[in-house]
């Protein structure tokens, strides 16, 4: 038997689910490295660590399934991704497009649209007293702004939902649930691909600059219908879950809203912060290609190391006081969205959609408090809220 | 150590003494010089340190790589011939004496 530092903690039990920054805590006073022996997976949790791991594509790749399934060793549910579960160079091609079409540029021209939605929405609410806040604002105004940039039909869009429960509760151990939950709904994927097809999407859209980039050769037609289906699938539920998080987290810290109320332009330091303190994207995987070393622990080829991108952010070692929530912290470099040349390509839409959608809730909201229990999602996938009670109360016209 | 002067974008200049083998992007955020933002933390993913190198001459900046070439038409600042990512211009001891000027955006 191999030295190493083993634990039983299981980042797919329930437990874990509903408190994963104790577990946390506990892996990093274990030591850099450690080897959970209920799957059989290595996995860091530091900052430096996760940051090594994540950007040395060379010895810890992608081609090995964004899951903890190995595809190394056993064939993919779906044909693997081009553009998450590829290395270079082949991932730079199709990075590249999917970078240029979510570009600054191309984000300051949505602006306005996130801006009006995010306004109207909040207003319709705003005077109701008490409200669900996850389906009548956090995943209602991500399910209306997303597919609109996209250029995605109306008709059907809870299909988004669907489809991205699937493609995240790949990601850990099958369990009965998800294998239902596949058969239950196995006429969805078709119909995600029927929605990326050119002549589905709307012109002026995400989409249709994709497209665009198979008209100048730079990808195929049939790669540009897979691109806009990893965005459809990556694009969803994240910012969905994130911007409940945070709504969440705004809530409990009233001192913490009450700076935000005062200075909306604080949004989007705000949901920086929370992506830090807690957020949708709690771990990754890669697969290592050769045997290497990493902090003086020997890992062989072939194995699977999960990254807690989650923990990275409460690391006391490069985070002052990480466990502290302050929206107006100088916050540099968190790894919410990941880092390296697998960094959440749609990380800029995230952070515009999350800016315009609190800077308008701060602009008509005085207060809010939690008024009942609220859910967290405790099947496989990201981290989120299925409930958030919240009493508001808004700001004097 | 050799240092990198920042212009903003409304003149302001700030000079920062920048360790080798630090990128440009980083020492400006870590800093706190405004007008970079380095969001994506040097990923070649968000354009947002999008600088203006002013004396680029001399110097042995790394040629603009094929991602950069790529992001840089797509900033939210017009692109220019002396446009760089600030994220891929890494500190040597030969970049001593480096003028950037700041975009008036960033996103």
């Given amino acids: 038997m191999p030295n190493r530092i083993t634990s039983q903690i299981d980042p797919f039990s329930p437990e874990f689910r509903a408190d994963p920054y104790s577990a946390y805590a506990e892996l990093r006073s274990l030591g850099k490295v450690v080897y959970l022996e209920k799957h059989d997976i290595w996995c860091v949790h530091h900052y430096d660590t996760c940051q090594k791991v994540l950007t040395d594509y060379d010895t810890y790749s992608n081609a090995g399934g964004g899951g903890i399934r190995n595809y190394f060793k056993e064939k993919p549910w779906r044909k693997p991704s081009i553009i998450l579960e590829v290395d270079p160079p082949e991932h730079t091609r199709t990075r590249t497009v999917l970078s240029r079409a979510l570009s600054p540029k191309v984000l300051r021209q949505i602006r306005e649209r996130f801006d009006a939605d995010a306004a109207r929405m909040v207003a319709e ?3 109701r007293g008490e409200i669900e806040a996850v389906s009548a604002l956090t995943r209602a105004y991500p399910l209306k702004v997303f597919p609109d940039s996209v250029g995605l039909a109306e008709e059907g869009r809870e299909n988004l939902l669907i489809y991205g429960t699937m493609v995240f509760g790949a990601f850990g151990p099958v369990v009965p649930w998800y294998e239902e939950y596949m058969e239950t709904h ?3 994927p078709d119909w995600i691909v029927r929605r990326c097809q050119r002549d589905m999407l709307a012109e002026g859209g995400i989409g249709q600059i994709i497209y665009g980039a198979a008209d100048e050769g730079k990808i195929t037609e049939e790669e540009a219908m897979m691109l806009v289906r990893t965005f459809l699938s990556a694009g969803v539920d994240t910012t969905v879950d994130s911007i409940g998080l945070c709504l ?5 810290h009233p001192e913490q809203y009450a700076k935000l109320r ?8 705000a949901f920086e912060e929370a992506t830090r303190w807690d957020s949708s994207s709690q771990s990754l995987f890669r697969t290592t290609l050769k045997e290497t070393e990493l902090a003086g622990q020997t890992i062989g080829a072939n194995e699977k190391v999960m990254i807690f991108i989650g923990s990275a952010g409460r690391d006391p070692e490069h985070f002052e006081d990480p466990d502290t929530f302050d929206i107006s912290r100088k916050i540099k470099g968190q790894m919410g969205y990941g880092v390296g040349i ?3 390509v749609g990380q800029m839409f995230a952070r515009l959609e999350a800016e315009c959608f609190f800077q308008a809730f701060a602009q008509q909201i005085d207060s809010m408090a939690v008024t009942g229990p609220t ?3 405790m099947h496989p996938g990201l981290r989120g809220l299925t409930t958030l009670p919240l009493a508001l109360t808004p700001k004097a016209a | ?13 700030t000079v920062l003494d920048v360790a080798v083998g630090t990128s440009i992007m980083e020492a400006a955020v870590m800093s706190n ?8 933390g040097g990923s070649i993913n968000c354009a947002t340190c999008h600088v203006y190198v002013q004396n680029a001459g001399g110097f042995g900046l790394p040629d603009v790589g094929e991602v950069e070439n790529e992001m840089l038409d797509a900033t939210a600042a017009e692109r220019r011939p002396e446009s760089r990512l600030s994220c891929q211009l890494i500190m040597t001891e030969a970049m001593a004496g480096l003028i950037v000027r700041l975009p008036d955006a960033q996103y």
């Fill in chain 1, 186 to 188: 196995k006429d969805v």
């Fill in chain 2, 33 to 40: 010089v405004d007008g970079i933002m380095g969001e994506c």
């Fill in chain 1, 262 to 269: 005062d200075d909306p332009t604080l949004a989007r330091n």
């Fill in chain 1, 375 to 377: 859910g967290l999602r």
């Fill in chain 1, 342 to 344: 697998h960094g959440c």
């Fill in chain 1, 125 to 127: 609410v705003r005077d």
């Fill in chain 1, 248 to 252: 969440w987290a705004l809530a409990r």
């Fill in chain 2, 1 to 13: 150590m050799p240092n990198v002067t920042f212009i903003a974008d409304d003149g302001t200049e």
